[in-house]
């Protein structure tokens, strides 16, 4: 079976506000960032699959007659998702050979692409093809590093297969599915979030497939329909955390003091809701400074907020003391406890005022790029609309067959 080659993105996540609050039933909003997974998918008749990982400088391969003997436990179920089969996932492991429950990245990407390229392609003949997947983003950051990756593979080998058509006319530079199709790569990418995570929100995968700003409430996720596009510094701490440690610790928190803090998540709810009114007046009205003030205010608030919620850290303290220094707002994103802040950059900023922003950040030992919120979710590209440095990693790092 013969495939087509193609070029697929998605970005990154960050939570603009509400991180904590969904445990609870309150709103989060997550936006897309402008940093993004590229995939580049060639079909070849090499006789064997090959997954490229240069972010982790792995390359893998397999030859097609191993993969076929797995064939029988897969289902080949690339129209409907329902559940993980588990039973495809348990041989995988011992295919792979990881038989405990510790995984490494390098692990976590192999099953992911294998159970999903298994479950696409195995109910018919499985093709031979290299998939190189390179990434802007840091993994283990809480940036959604892995859901950008599975929602470029389901994306990629569901087009292959032919699920769903291809999204690019040929005159096209950059092209998005059809809602139906989002859905589908969306499905498909859960599962993939399921087999690294365990028990995904669901948020991150929908963010890499939808793009835009995307509303979470009680397990509920609505993609908002028009976001503007922001400008923002995204800093990592690089100071490790544990999301399970950190929700864990909020629990208790409103276990002891549910009469503080209990109103602390309904005042995070209506920043929440607040922030989402005031993007929403900024896709129909002009925009103001006054609307930049108010965004200022809410980091402010959430962050303070944050920090009572136990979620903070001296990093994160140093981040926004830096940053505010020279006028400018941040917080966190994720689960705190280190990890990623965000700085909202008004239209307005001068570049001197990033660049030494940028400057004392990184002298702080953290890593610090100029990015945007609110871009669109997966796309497939032509070869000539990848960004010229992007293209050249993967064309270095692509090991290709020979035929």
Not at 65 to 71: G, Q
Not at 198 to 218: E, K
Request: one cysteine or more; a negative charge; hydrophobic letters at 40%.
């Amino acid at each position: 079976m013969q495939v087509p080659d193609l070029f697929v993105s998605a970005p990154g996540k960050a939570i603009l506000h509400g991180e904590h609050a969904v445990v609870h039933g309150k709103v989060a909003l997550a936006v897309s960032l402008n940093l993004r997974t590229y995939l580049s998918l060639k079909g070849t008749t090499a006789g064997s699959v090959c997954i490229n990982l240069p972010n982790i400088d792995t390359f893998l391969s397999w030859d097609l007659c191993e993969l076929k003997r797995l064939i029988p436990y897969s289902c080949g179920k690339t129209e409907e998702v329902k559940r993980l089969d588990a039973e495809l996932v348990r041989k995988l492991r011992e295919f792979v050979g990881v038989t405990n429950g510790n995984l490494d990245t390098c692990n976590m990407a192999t099953l992911a692409f294998l159970y999903i390229y298994l479950s696409v392609f195995g109910s018919g003949e499985l093709p031979s093809l290299t998939v190189t997947v390179w990434s802007e983003l840091p993994t283990g950051a809480g940036l959604g590093s892995s859901a950008a990756y599975s929602v470029c593979l389901s994306a990629a080998l569901l087009c292959a297969n032919g699920t769903i058509p291809a999204a690019l006319k040929e005159w096209e530079p950059a092209a998005r599915w059809c809602q139906e199709d989002l859905e589908l790569i969306n499905s498909w990418a859960f599962q993939g979030e399921m087999i690294i995570h365990g028990n995904p929100s669901g948020v991150d995968n929908a963010v890499g497939t939808w793009g835009g700003m995307l509303r979470f409430l009680a397990g509920k996720i609505i993609p908002l329909s028009r976001v503007p596009l922001l400008r923002i510094l995204l800093t990592n701490t690089k100071v490790p955390r544990s999301t399970k440690v950190l929700v864990a610790r909020v629990k208790d928190k409103i276990n002891k003091f549910p009469s503080i803090m209990n109103p602390v998540l309904d005042s995070v709810d209506a920043i929440s809701c607040n922030c989402e009114k005031v993007l929403s007046e900024m896709t129909c009205e002009p925009i103001t400074g006054e609307h930049y003030n108010i965004l200022e205010e809410l980091i402010d608030i959430n962050q303070h907020h944050l920090n009572v919620m136990g979620v903070g850290h001296t990093s994160l303290d140093t981040l926004c003391r830096v940053t505010l220094t020279k006028g400018l707002h941040s917080k966190l994103t994720g689960a705190g406890g280190g990890g990623c802040g965000i700085t909202l950059l008004r239209p307005e900023t001068e570049s001197s005022v990033v660049q030494t922003t940028v400057k004392d950040l990184k002298d702080c030992g953290f890593d610090c790029w100029e990015t945007s919120i609110g871009g669109p979710g997966v796309q497939q590209h032509s070869a000539a609309s990848v960004k010229e440095e992007v293209l050249e990693i993967l064309k270095r790092t692509f090991l290709w067959p020979t035929e």
